[in-house]
């Protein structure tokens, strides 16, 4: 076989590889106007603005889109009049006296870092000189700080990689309705409404929407379907999975109630480009407004067969 031939194939194996990764880019100007003529107008019900914090700090995987999220959220905020947003990177930020401000909470993205994966110890290393123990005594009562915080009716909003804020921590994975467990390569996927007549996936009109992205698997509470799921994706479409699975629904988005309080997760999306979909847009903002306690919802658990 010739040099040009194994060119050729290299070409072939490596654009195959890469082919549905979507490049970063940053936000600009340009960017904001298209996201801004793109976004919803109007919420789906009138109400008092509602104060939200957005937690946009990371100590492990750097996901590109933070950024665009919370600029996706201030444009949301003012456009429609119905949210107030501060976006925070201080552990701090978890204090109770804070949390009160607050309607909601938005994890955007808050990968810690592994194999601990406890996102409040990482920042508490990072950012104090206490010793080992006063961390995890510190690091466990954020958790319950934020756990408290909507166990007592406030609203809690997680986008994609955000699930692993607390992912080895069970109480938390119960609360949020599961953890991370893996996601095989960046592919194009059909993403599904489960109830077409749901409120929360009305933006969809029942054809869902296809996307490239990291195809999220989850484990612990997962399993304890113990969520009302929104969306899914089939197993057996997606290339890449470490071992086949024995229920070929994936579901990647869901409410649950947690005490008093309301809590929405969504995987879509690890890339911007998805942003440039309306329907995801609005599905996002009816997110918002579930999670504030706007936008009244069936979030009882689903029945497993």
């Known amino acids: 076989m010739n040099k040009t031939i194994y060119t050729l194939l290299f070409f072939l194996f490596t654009g195959s590889m890469f082919a549905q990764s979507q490049k970063d880019f940053p936000v600009t100007e340009e960017w904001l106007e298209k996201i801004e003529s793109l976004a919803p107008s109007d919420t789906r019900i009138q109400a008092s603005v509602k104060k939200v914090l957005v937690f946009s700090q990371h ?95 406030g609203g809690l909003m997680i986008l994609h990689g955000a699930i692993t804020v607390q992912n080895n921590s069970e109480k938390f994975s119960a609360m949020v309705g599961g953890s991370f467990d893996y996601h095989p390569k960046q592919q194009e996927m059909h993403v599904k409404e489960v109830d077409s007549n749901h409120p929360l996936v009305q933006a969809f009109e029942g054809n869902g929407f296809t996307h490239i992205d990291e195809p999220y698997f989850f484990k612990n509470a997962y399993f304890d379907y113990n969520f009302r799921p929104l969306l899914y994706i089939e197993a057996d479409q997606l290339e890449g999975k470490r071992a086949e699975v024995s229920n070929n629904t994936i579901y990647v988005a869901w409410i649950k109630k947690h005490g008093k309080g309301r809590v929405f997760y969504t995987s879509p999306s690890h890339n911007a480009q998805s942003m440039d979909n309306p329907e995801l847009l609005q599905f996002f903002l009816d997110g918002m407004q579930y999670v504030v306690g706007d936008l009244p919802a069936d979030d009882s658990p689903m029945e497993v067969n």
Do not use: C
């Open 59 to 153: 100590t492990g995987f750097y996901h590109w889109t933070i950024p665009h999220n919370d600029e996706l959220l201030k444009i949301m905020a003012k456009k429609t009049g119905a949210f107030e947003i501060t976006i925070a990177r201080d552990i701090d930020s978890f204090d109770k006296k804070n949390l009160k401000q607050y309607d909601a909470v938005i994890l955007n993205n808050s990968n810690p870092s592994g194999p601990d994966r406890d996102l409040f110890a990482d920042l508490l290393k990072k950012n104090s000189s206490y010793d080992e123990a006063t961390i995890a005594e510190l690091s466990a009562q954020y958790e319950n700080n934020l756990m408290d915080y909507v166990a007592k009716g």
